[in-house]
């Protein structure tokens, strides 16, 4: 279920933005000549050295012909170069991990002389992607059309262009390069996929097969109303049900879910293990942004609290705008930040109320926050920890695992082994019994 966050994502390659499309006619430039320019000259050298010193006829000859021959590919590429040009369409300027991307080009050769390779390239910094074709102007009136296809595997923010053109004479003599001025930011945000409904818990989880239950406190959910008994709350009572039926009656609440959820994305620094789209940062971002997009879907209120190399903290609430704000900022963050779990675990322990749900993504091995999720648990919070796990990344790593201290502490937990998706990872929460013995087993292989 990927989304995308204030575009439509089928407009990847269709909705182009005016500005992604311009031609390439400034800022040409003439490169240092190729190795086989300076060959050519260190030959002319010799061979006139060498018809002086003997007088030999032919020597004088082959430097005139290959004179004329660098003059003819001086000409060819300057001409030639000159009357070239290209326009790019890019695609919008937001996108999902996972993404294919498609660039249209349109390379145009307006009466130039004919073209043998012109290297087109769209410079980005996405890690992993290179943006090049090269194509032939065989006539001196020509165009070529064609696509290039990229995936993108990391979020982030990064750019587009500019766009550069390259070529030059038959032999290579005299290289030409021209590019397009403009850029364009594209954001890639984290990839959203289906999940199982893992964190809330499974007696208040709505749908055809959970049980709902009347609740004694008042909340967002109307299940029904009743006759009016002794001690009610006039605030409770029904109004339109209480005129159409002559007598008082009342409202009655569902309990519904939770009252509310709270998101942690654990980012600091030096915990991240792997590079690119397989570190355990990028994988935490897809677990934390699919279980934002899960339960904001679900109309669910859902706050959020991650330091990296951006901050932010935001109070549980429903709607696409908690949803953008949120994923905009796992987006852009990095694993750079100063502040440990256990301190934002703390920083919002007085906002979490008895029967709301907090869920915790990290790498952290294990510490005080471990504790302080086992204090919130006896409180009445439903609490769930989301651990990758470092060995399996780095079977060198010697920090010791949360894992069999938050089953303890009765933390719901689970654990994300390399290589596993997200919705496999949540599938099924490890537990006491399956820890010991999985231990027992990497004990007795050493």
Request: proline content about 5%.
């Amino acid at each position: 279920m990927a989304r995308m966050y204030g575009v439509r994502q089928g407009a990847i390659a269709a909705n182009l933005l005016p500005d992604a499309e311009a031609e390439v006619q400034e800022k040409r430039r003439s490169l240092p000549g190729s190795f086989r320019l300076y060959l050519l000259g260190t030959l002319i050298i010799v061979l006139f050295a060498s018809g002086m010193a003997t007088g030999f006829d032919l020597a004088f000859r082959m430097n005139y012909a290959l004179l004329i021959l660098i003059g003819i590919s001086w000409v060819w590429s300057r001409w030639g170069f000159e009357r070239i040009s290209a326009r790019v369409s890019r695609p919008v300027k937001e996108v999902s991990v996972g993404d294919r991307i498609t660039e249209s080009i349109v390379l145009t050769n307006r009466g130039g002389l004919p073209k043998s390779w012109v290297e087109v390239e769209d410079k980005t910094d996405i890690p992993g992607v290179k943006i090049a074709e090269v194509v032939s102007l065989p006539s001196l009136i020509s165009f070529r059309e064609f696509s290039i296809d990229f995936t993108v595997q990391q979020r982030g923010e990064f750019s587009l262009g500019p766009l550069v053109i390259k070529s030059a004479d038959p032999f290579g003599l005299f290289p030409h390069e021209a590019e397009q001025a403009d850029r364009q930011n594209l954001m890639v945000f984290p990839r959203v996929t289906e999940i199982p409904d893992f964190a809330v818990p499974s007696a208040l989880v709505t749908g055809d097969t959970a049980r709902r239950r009347h609740s004694y406190v008042l909340s967002p959910e109307v299940a029904s109303v009743r006759d009016y008994d002794s001690g009610d709350s006039i605030s409770r009572i029904h109004w339109r049900s209480t005129a159409r039926t002559g007598k008082l009656m009342v409202k009655t609440f569902d309990q519904g879910r939770s009252n509310e959820m709270w998101v942690i994305l654990d980012q600091q620094a030096g915990l991240s293990i792997g590079e690119g789209a397989n570190s355990t940062d990028e994988i935490a971002a897809t677990i934390t942004a699919s279980t934002i997009d899960k339960y904001l879907s679900l109309q669910l209120p859902v706050g959020f609290s991650g330091v990296g190399s951006r901050s932010l903290l935001t109070r549980p609430d429903r709607g696409g705008g908690q949803r953008l704000e949120i994923i905009r900022h796992i987006a852009r963050s990095r694993p750079e930040g100063t502040r440990p779990v256990f301190s934002l675990i703390a920083e919002i322990e007085r906002d979490i109320g008895r029967g709301s749900s907090l869920v915790v993504v990290t790498a952290s091995p294990d510490g005080d926050w471990v504790d302080a999720l086992g204090a919130l648990q006896k409180r009445g919070v439903y609490t769930v920890a989301v651990v990758m796990d470092r060995q399996t990344w780095d079977p060198d790593d010697i920090s010791e695992s949360p894992r069999a201290r938050l089953i303890a502490h009765g933390v719901k937990t689970y654990v994300v082994r390399q290589g596993m998706s997200a919705a496999a990872a949540l599938s099924e929460p490890e537990f006491q019994g399956a820890f010991h013995r999985s231990q027992a087993v990497g004990e007795a292989s050493r």
